[in-house]
């Protein structure tokens, strides 16, 4: 099964219809790293992260990881670790997306294998699919509510892909 972006605020997937929101700036084949906009194509997702200290873990098939207070997203396309999963220290010296978050957005997110195999410098990083109260546009990722992002989580298997029209 696939989860289909529709538009710019719908998502679906099987017989569920979920309103959502994307990049500032839209979608974008030719997405460059803080473009605002929302890369298109087809692609895997990865494992769910979530703060164990606020929420429940999410009931999925899919592989749980809890967020620390040193995890990071490496989004400084300058560095070796660009769009990779990084612990976060004070001699750390390059650009990176927080995870623990002191707003609601990270509480549960799930990766978007964009830019993730073949990774190259300053195509984007750290896409997810992440939470949101009021369905602001996000920096490039895909904004569910919270209750939506959890019945999203009990129907997909680690062979679900995401398409990003």
Not at 5 to 15: A, H, Q, S, V
Not at 121 to 126: F, I, R, V
Not at 150 to 161: E, G, N, R, V
Request: contains cysteine; hydrophobic residues 30%; charged residues 35%.
């Amino acid at each position: 099964m696939t989860i289909i972006i529709k538009n710019k605020e719908t998502l679906l997937f099987d017989d569920f219809k979920f309103k959502c929101s994307i990049g500032k700036k839209g979608f974008n084949k030719e997405k460059k790293e803080g473009d605002e906009t929302t890369p298109k194509g087809l692609f895997d997702l990865g494992n769910i992260y979530y703060r164990a200290d606020r929420v429940p873990k999410p009931d999925s098939k899919v592989k749980k990881i809890v967020i620390k207070k040193n995890m990071g997203w490496c989004d400084d396309s300058k560095s070796k670790y660009y769009n990779k999963i990084i612990k976060i220290n004070k001699n750390l010296n390059i650009g990176y997306e927080k995870l623990f978050r002191k707003d609601s957005k990270y509480d549960y997110l799930i990766l978007i294998k964009y830019n993730y195999k073949k990774i190259k410098k300053n195509k984007g990083s750290a896409i997810f699919l992440h939470l949101t109260k009021n369905y602001l546009p996000t920096k490039g990722c895909i904004a569910l509510q919270k209750k939506d992002f959890l019945i999203l989580c009990k129907l997909i298997s680690k062979k679900t892909k995401i398409k990003i029209n």
